[in-house]
């Protein structure tokens, strides 16, 4: 937490902090958004709303579990829950997310590309809501600025009196930006899959951007490596791959139904 910003308030004696409340409020947009876009491929609120189901709590288990393995650090059974003294990671909610997006599939019968791709830009604004609680969580900032010419907003910020890069700021706003152009392309109503990799190489590239500059990144275990940053990489290799497959195979189904 930041010294000089607030964490939470509270309500009647319940203490409620800001983290927390941006993070309910990105799974409240993310959901909204994925009803909407459901509607345009066929489905229901319902379908949504069970998916939501599925994945808030996978989502979350992934958090921890990425957080908890990469930390560093040692967890009880019981540490382990205690999500409310943080330590959650989103490419650990990413894949928790998947996992719960498959498994959704295979009881409910669904497809999973489509479900992918109704998927990808609801996480990605989540992402931005969520980074924003960050600021507050006093997390996910980047390393000391040294130059005083880079100590103002939007590239630094000065947390506990020492400037350093506005690395949660930055995603959040990328994400954003994303957000829109996952939306536009989704709208185009591209090949099922499509908007799921389009989404991995924009998320991917940019993440393992900010890891160059984040100051409390998880390694991978004693390589010196910054885990999220080689996933980051690894994403937008599979991103690349996953496009060229799908648009060769949508290729070849148009030329068979068109000679």
Known sequence: MLSHVSSGFSIFGLEISYYGLLMGIAFLVAISIAVFNAKKRGMTTDDILLLAIYIIPLSILGARTYFCIFSGNT???LQFFEIWNGGLAILGGVIGGIVAIVLYCLIHKKNFLQILDIAAPSLIIGQAIGRI?????????GIEVTNPSLHFFPVSIQIDGVWHFATMFWESAFCMLG???LLLFFKRKPPKGAVACAYMCIYGVWRAIVETFRGDSLMFFETGLKVSQVLSILLVIGGII???LIYTKHKKNETVNHS
Request: charged share 0%.
């Open 75 to 77: 967890y009880t059974f």
């Open 133 to 141: 609680g960050c600021f507050f969580a006093g997390c996910c900032y």
């Open 242 to 244: 996953g496009l060229i």
């Open 179 to 181: 957000f829109v152009a």
